[in-house]
């Protein structure tokens, strides 16, 4: 008879599926299992009931729980389900990309209690409510696995399909640049002074350098701005200008083409006005010093050549030369002749005859000591300013002769000279020669060489042009004028734009333009520019419109008047208005007179016409050849059977 010594009681609460039946083998836990529990032996009674109130022994491993179902019965808690829908798995970006991330999330058994979106291990957002979404912003190039995970109300998860998306680096985009100087169709004179400018930026990146070209020749590059360039020198020629941009990324952008043209200077071809007045200043057995009156000449005298018995002996700066090495008791004859910088020269003046004093003639033979420590005091862009120690003399030194080259360019009394009309950027070479009473000369003194200053760029532009305004108009032309800029060198000239097109280019401030349209709407504007190509904006727009097409002049009948001109119902003198009085065949025949009356019966003009004259013509002058002020007038035409009155408007 064998001995019970164990006694192992398994058992099966609860079956989701089905009633359980009791197996012939060994439990196993299965998917159906809700709980399990058994005991080691023990002492005292083994039973134990289905809420596991065993009297005696010890559970082990248990219960053991499944899905979350208590011991002893329930349902098994169901799993969310959790949808990425957004971006779609393969989407692309662009960075600095925007990706909007959405989720749709259910529970079959309860609810959902939040959604989480996550960038592989990294949590980009919760979100707690319907909809789930999340825009998930600045994201940098890179390939990314997108996923959403939904948590239930009972601890339970799910998580979706992963969506792979890649964002790409932007494409580079290139930069801008814009020439804003010359404008287009800007005029100079050779040899010409050309300030190009322009502006650049990049949209994603920087700016690296600036060209300018004229046409396929490179003339500069900036790498920083401003980007400017003044071309210098540019001789007679139409040219081709434009700037390129490149960025960071080397991409490459080209400004509009701007056309300049460069015009030959007008031959000087008038030579300077004749010296007159020439006279001598004082003598010496060697020495003669003589002077006269300046010439003028349209451009500028360049200086004096001075002729000896009909020969050139030298060239003077100056209205006064020192011919020295002269024999004594010798006469001379003088003449000077005026020349300017293209060579022109004038005729010779009248000649002036000088006779040396006779050897021994004086009794001071010793000149002056040579002038020393000649320096520079001070140049600018036209002038030399130098001063030089005084010389002395057993007599007295009475002047000094500076010379500029080989030419006097002074005579002076003093220590000091200033050299006007000067090159800016020039180098100049001075001696000093000192003179007494007696013609006796000093020797030259040490050079001075100085240079002018060269001239600073001018980046200043004039000011904008005002009170644009309509001055006169016809069926096919518009008279405008302007009020004059201002500029801190001077304004060279204005550019006249019709409808943003450059239809003229000149220093006065007005302009008439022909050949328009009748009937026909313009808008203009203007633009001052200086020397060195700064332009000011463009002025504020006028608006004008040409007059209604002519229509060919009516025969007038027998004593029929009629008065026109002017334009838009006025009389304006100042831009050539008239009045225009015209007759009839009949009333021609004999003679006609025009009484013209201010409003208060002042008589302010009378006008005639013999018989034969179909008409007379009143420019708004007064009879003392002044002008009549604005306002209205009378014009009593009167003649054979003809007894007529108008009234006319005159506004200046």
């Given at each position: 008879?064998?001995v019970?010594?164990?006694?192992r009681?398994?058992?099966?609460?609860?079956?989701?599926?089905?009633?359980?039946?009791v197996?012939?083998?060994?439990?196993?836990?299965?998917?159906?299992?809700?709980?399990?529990?058994?005991?080691?032996?023990?002492?005292?009674?083994?039973?134990?009931?289905?809420?596991?109130?065993?009297?005696?022994?010890?559970?082990?491993?248990?219960?053991?729980?499944?899905?979350?179902c208590?011991?002893?019965?329930?349902?098994v808690?169901?799993?969310?389900?959790?949808?990425?829908?957004?971006?779609?798995?393969?989407?692309?970006?662009?960075?600095?990309?925007?990706v909007?991330?959405?989720?749709?999330?259910?529970?079959?058994?309860g609810?959902?209690?939040?959604?989480?979106?996550?960038?592989?291990?990294?949590?980009?957002?919760?979100d707690?409510?319907?909809?789930?979404?999340?825009?998930?912003?600045?994201?940098?190039?890179?390939?990314?696995?997108?996923?959403?995970?939904?948590?239930?109300n009972?601890?339970?998860?799910?998580?979706?399909?992963?969506?792979?998306?890649?964002v790409?680096?932007p494409?580079?985009?290139?930069?801008?640049?814009n020439?804003?100087?010359?404008?287009?169709g800007s005029?100079?004179?050779?040899?010409?002074?050309?300030?190009?400018?322009?502006t650049?930026?990049?949209?994603?990146g920087?700016?690296?350098?600036?060209?300018?070209?004229?046409?396929?020749?490179?003339?500069?590059?900036?790498?920083?701005?401003?980007?400017?360039?003044?071309?210098?020198?540019?001789?007679?020629g139409?040219?081709?200008?434009?700037?390129?941009?490149?960025?960071?990324?080397?991409?490459?952008?080209?400004?509009?083409?701007?056309?300049?043209?460069?015009?030959a200077?007008?031959p000087?071809?008038?030579p300077?006005?004749?010296?007159?007045?020439?006279a001598?200043?004082?003598?010496?057995?060697?020495?003669?010093?003589?002077?006269?009156t300046?010439?003028?000449?349209?451009?500028?005298?360049?200086?004096?050549?001075?002729?000896?018995?009909?020969?050139?002996?030298?060239?003077?700066?100056?209205?006064?030369?020192?011919?020295?090495?002269?024999?004594?008791?010798?006469?001379?004859?003088?003449t000077?002749?005026?020349?300017?910088?293209?060579?022109?020269?004038?005729?010779?003046?009248?000649?002036?005859?000088?006779?040396?004093?006779?050897?021994?003639?004086?009794?001071?033979?010793?000149?002056?000591?040579?002038?020393?420590?000649?320096?520079?005091?001070?140049?600018?862009?036209?002038?030399i300013?130098?001063?030089w120690?005084?010389?002395?003399?057993?007599?007295?030194?009475?002047?000094?002769?500076?010379?500029?080259?080989?030419?006097?360019?002074?005579?002076?009394?003093?220590?000091?000279?200033?050299?006007t009309?000067?090159?800016?950027?020039?180098?100049?070479?001075y001696?000093?020669?000192?003179?007494?009473?007696?013609?006796?000369?000093s020797?030259?003194s040490?050079?001075?060489?100085?240079?002018?200053?060269?001239?600073?760029?001018?980046?200043?532009?004039?000011?904008?042009?005002?009170?644009?305004?309509?001055v006169?108009?016809?069926?096919?032309?518009?008279?405008?004028?302007?009020?004059?800029?201002?500029d801190?060198?001077?304004?060279?000239?204005?550019?006249?734009?019709?409808?943003?097109?450059?239809?003229?280019?000149?220093?006065?401030?007005?302009?008439?333009?022909?050949?328009?349209?009748?009937?026909?709407?313009?808008?203009y504007?203007?633009?001052?520019?200086?020397?060195?190509?700064?332009?000011?904006?463009?002025?504020?727009?006028?608006?004008?419109?040409?007059?209604?097409?002519?229509?060919?002049?009516?025969e007038?009948?027998?004593?029929?008047?009629?008065?026109?001109?002017?334009?838009?119902?006025?009389?304006?003198?100042r831009?050539?208005?008239?009045?225009?009085?015209?007759?009839?065949?009949?009333?021609?025949?004999?003679?006609?007179?025009?009484?013209?009356?201010?409003?208060?019966?002042a008589?302010?003009?009378?006008l005639?016409?013999?018989?034969?004259?179909?008409?007379?013509?009143?420019?708004?002058?007064?009879e003392?050849?002044?002008?009549?002020?604005?306002?209205?007038?009378?014009?009593?035409?009167?003649?054979?059977?003809?007894?007529?009155?108008?009234?006319?408007?005159?506004?200046?």
């Amino acid at each position: 008879m064998g001995v019970i010594d164990e006694l192992r009681i398994s058992n099966v609460a609860r079956y989701t599926g089905a009633t359980y039946t009791v197996p012939s083998a060994a439990f196993t836990v299965d998917a159906n299992t809700l709980g399990l529990w058994h005991f080691d032996e023990g002492t005292g009674t083994t039973a134990a009931d289905a809420t596991a109130h065993g009297s005696a022994g010890t559970l082990l491993n248990g219960p053991v729980w499944v899905a979350g179902c208590p011991f002893g019965g329930g349902s098994v808690n169901q799993p969310p389900v959790v949808n990425l829908t957004s971006p779609v798995n393969g989407s692309t970006y662009t960075a600095l990309a925007t990706v909007p991330l959405a989720a749709t999330a259910s529970d079959p058994d309860g609810n959902i209690v939040r959604v989480e979106f996550w960038r592989g291990t990294t949590m980009l957002n919760a979100d707690s409510d319907s909809p789930y979404a999340y825009s998930w912003t600045g994201v940098a190039a890179g390939s990314y696995a997108l996923r959403a995970v939904a948590y239930d109300n009972q601890g339970a998860t799910s998580t979706s399909t992963a969506s792979n998306i890649t964002v790409s680096a932007p494409a580079n985009q290139p930069p801008s640049v814009n020439l804003t100087s010359p404008v287009n169709g800007s005029t100079y004179t050779a040899p010409a002074n050309i300030t190009l400018t322009a502006t650049a930026s990049d949209p994603d990146g920087t700016v690296a350098a600036v060209r300018f070209y004229r046409g396929t020749t490179l003339l500069n590059v900036g790498s920083a701005a401003p980007y400017t360039y003044t071309w210098t020198g540019v001789s007679s020629g139409t040219y081709s200008l434009y700037a390129t941009a490149t960025d960071n990324q080397g991409a490459v952008s080209t400004s509009s083409v701007v056309t300049v043209t460069v015009y030959a200077p007008a031959p000087d071809t008038t030579p300077p006005s004749v010296p007159t007045n020439l006279a001598l200043v004082s003598k010496s057995s060697v020495a003669a010093l003589i002077s006269w009156t300046a010439s003028t000449d349209n451009v500028g005298v360049a200086g004096y050549r001075v002729y000896r018995n009909g020969v050139a002996v030298g060239t003077a700066a100056a209205v006064m030369y020192l011919d020295i090495g002269l024999t004594p008791a010798t006469t001379y004859q003088y003449t000077v002749a005026a020349y300017d910088a293209a060579g022109n020269q004038s005729a010779q003046s009248a000649p002036l005859s000088v006779v040396t004093d006779p050897p021994g003639g004086t009794s001071d033979t010793t000149p002056p000591s040579v002038p020393q420590n000649l320096r520079l005091v001070a140049r600018t862009t036209g002038s030399i300013s130098m001063a030089w120690d005084a010389s002395t003399d057993n007599v007295g030194v009475t002047g000094y002769s500076v010379f500029r080259g080989t030419a006097m360019a002074a005579f002076v009394t003093g220590t000091s000279y200033t050299d006007t009309g000067l090159a800016p950027g020039t180098t100049y070479v001075y001696t000093v020669t000192a003179v007494d009473a007696a013609l006796n000369y000093s020797g030259a003194s040490l050079p001075l060489i100085a240079a002018t200053e060269a001239l600073a760029q001018d980046t200043t532009p004039p000011s904008v042009p005002q009170n644009l305004r309509l001055v006169t108009r016809t069926s096919s032309t518009v008279g405008i004028a302007w009020d004059a800029s201002t500029d801190n060198v001077g304004v060279a000239g204005y550019l006249v734009y019709r409808d943003g097109v450059v239809v003229h280019t000149g220093a006065g401030t007005s302009y008439t333009d022909t050949g328009l349209s009748p009937g026909s709407t313009y808008t203009y504007r203007v633009s001052a520019y200086d020397a060195a190509g700064n332009q000011s904006a463009q002025s504020a727009p006028l608006t004008a419109v040409t007059s209604a097409a002519d229509a060919p002049p009516q025969e007038l009948g027998s004593g029929e008047v009629r008065v026109s001109g002017g334009t838009g119902g006025y009389i304006n003198p100042r831009a050539g208005d008239r009045v225009r009085v015209e007759f009839g065949r009949v009333v021609s025949a004999g003679e006609m007179t025009v009484r013209v009356y201010s409003l208060s019966g002042a008589l302010v003009r009378t006008l005639t016409a013999a018989g034969g004259v179909s008409r007379v013509e009143w420019d708004a002058a007064a009879e003392d050849g002044g002008e009549v002020p604005s306002g209205i007038y009378i014009l009593h035409v009167k003649g054979p059977a003809l007894d007529r009155r108008f009234r006319v408007a005159v506004v200046r």
